[in-house]
C-alpha cells in the first residue's frame, strides 16, 4: 500500500505544470511556452507547440518548437503564418487570426490553436 502511495503522488506531482514550465524571461521579453499549455492541440501528426515572445504587452514575434508534421508543411506555416502577430498588442492578437495555409491546413490550424492558447495564459497570469 505504501509503494501504490508513493506512485500516486509522484505521478500527480509530474502532472502539475509550474507557470515556470509555461512563461519564462529571455532577453527582456517575456516568453510563453505552450508545449505543456496545449498539449491536446494538435496538427497533422501531433502537437505543434510554439513560443510566444511578449514586451510591452505586444507580440514581438512567434516561433514553432519541435512539431511531428512534415518539413514541407512546416515551412510554408513558419513562412506565412509565424510574422502574422508581429508587433500587435496581445489584446489585439487575440480578436484576429491569419487564414490557414493551403496545403498546410493542420499545421495551421494547430499554430493559430496555440498561439490563442497561449496569449490567453499570459493574460490570465500577467
Known amino acids: 500500500m505504501k509503494k501504490m502511495f508513493v506512485i500516486v503522488i509522484a505521478t500527480v506531482m509530474s502532472a502539475v505544470v509550474s507557470a515556470q514550465d509555461v512563461i519564462s524571461k529571455e532577453n527582456g521579453m517575456t516568453v510563453v511556452n505552450t508545449t505543456y499549455i496545449a498539449k491536446d492541440v494538435e496538427g497533422y501528426n501531433g502537437p505543434t507547440p510554439v513560443k510566444i515572445y511578449i514586451k510591452k504587452n505586444k507580440v514581438v514575434k512567434v516561433e514553432m518548437l519541435r512539431s511531428q ?21 496581445v489584446k489585439k492578437a487575440l480578436t484576429v487570426e491569419p487564414d490557414a495555409v493551403t496545403g498546410a491546413t493542420f499545421t495551421s490550424n494547430a499554430v493559430k490553436a496555440n498561439v490563442k492558447r497561449g496569449l490567453e495564459y499570459y493574460q490570465k497570469k500577467k
Not at 508534421?69 to 498588442?89: C, E, H, Q, R
Open 69 to 89: 508534421d512534415g518539413p514541407k508543411y512546416v515551412a510554408k506555416v513558419k513562412n506565412v503564418i509565424l510574422s502574422f502577430w508581429d508587433g500587435m498588442t
